[in-house]
């Protein structure tokens, strides 16, 4: 398995819009997608020096390679425009392989 992280930032006056258009648009295309094992928001509980709420998108992969075909698919890049407009950071984009550990797919 491997794990996407999408971070960026947002301004805490977009914060809930974030979490309706993540709900409404994101969470819909990846989970209908079957190489997506899930996908989550995460959000800093609090604003950074600069003001703004950092936070991102991970997603749960059964594989690289899966993962990169998904995201050049139409229907997961459209999933993302509605939120993309409201990142005030330059999107940083990581991917790590799960060596070990627990998971509901164990």
């Given amino acids: 398995m491997v794990i996407r ?16 258009l993540f709900s409404e648009d994101v969470v819909p295309a990846f989970t209908a997608h079957p190489d997506c ?26 594989s690289v390679e899966a993962m990169e075909a998904a995201l050049a698919a ?3 890049r459209a999933s993302q425009v509605r939120i993309r407009e409201l990142l005030r950071k330059e999107p940083i984009r990581k991917v790590y392989e799960v060596r070990a550990g627990t998971t509901d797919a164990d």
């Fill in 5 to 20: 992280l999408f971070l960026s930032a947002v301004a805490p006056s977009d914060a809930d819009e974030v979490l309706r």
């Fill in 37 to 62: 094992l899930g996908v989550e928001l995460i959000m800093s509980t609090e604003p950074g020096p600069d003001g703004m709420i950092e936070g991102g998108a991970l997603t749960r992969w059964t």
């Fill in 74 to 76: 139409e229907a997961l």
